[in-house]
């Protein structure tokens, strides 16, 4: 039924948390996982201050360093496990857009939620359901700690 899962990380501990799940059930299904990190360029997002200007190459280098060290913590875990995964890095797109354009060679999304809710879910927004809503595909969404009021 699910032999393709697609397992959308940011390198949270709620991240990481869906990570182990999505490795036990594709361990379970014989299924196979790719790990996708979106990383947005927060100098053309506008979310960078204006005294990251002089940084910018260093800071979006940062960036894609941590990018790739949260899919190679993603890939490690499932190496240990046994189940085959590919680790691929988006630049240059907001999370839920390429969570969307590479739900379709997949059967299955899993991802973390934060589970804000009020003033926080508001303010901060939710990755995970702005995906959910526009999704084709099943999703299987870890919740990890307490939930964020």
């Given at each position: 039924m699910y032999?393709?899962i697609?397992?959308p990380t940011?390198?949270?501990?709620c991240?990481q948390?869906?990570?182990?799940e999505?490795?036990?059930?594709?361990k379970?299904?014989d299924?196979?996982i790719?790990f996708?990190y979106?990383?947005?360029?927060?100098?053309?997002t506008?979310?960078?201050?204006?005294e990251?200007?002089?940084?910018?190459?260093q800071?979006w280098?940062?960036?894609k360093a941590m990018a790739?060290?949260?899919l190679q913590a993603?890939?490690?875990?499932a190496?240990?496990?046994?189940?085959?995964a590919?680790?691929?890095?988006?630049?240059?797109?907001?999370p839920?857009?390429a969570?969307?354009?590479?739900?379709?060679?997949?059967d299955?999304?899993?991802?973390?939620?934060?589970g804000r809710?009020?003033?926080n879910?508001?303010m901060?927004?939710?990755?995970a359901?702005?995906?959910?809503?526009r999704?084709?595909r099943?999703?299987?969404?870890?919740?990890?700690?307490e939930?964020?009021?």
């Amino acid at each position: 039924m699910y032999r393709k899962i697609l397992v959308p990380t940011d390198g949270s501990a709620c991240a990481q948390h869906a990570v182990h799940e999505a490795v036990e059930l594709a361990k379970a299904i014989d299924a196979e996982i790719t790990f996708l990190y979106a990383l947005e360029n927060p100098l053309t997002t506008g979310t960078a201050s204006p005294e990251a200007l002089p940084y910018s190459a260093q800071l979006w280098d940062d960036l894609k360093a941590m990018a790739d060290e949260a899919l190679q913590a993603a890939s490690a875990v499932a190496e240990s496990s046994g189940v085959h995964a590919t680790a691929v890095r988006v630049d240059n797109r907001a999370p839920v857009q390429a969570i969307l354009e590479a739900e379709d060679e997949h059967d299955l999304v899993i991802m973390g939620t934060h589970g804000r809710r009020g003033f926080n879910r508001w303010m901060f927004g939710s990755v995970a359901e702005g995906a959910l809503r526009r999704a084709k595909r099943p999703f299987l969404l870890i919740r990890s700690g307490e939930a964020e009021g």
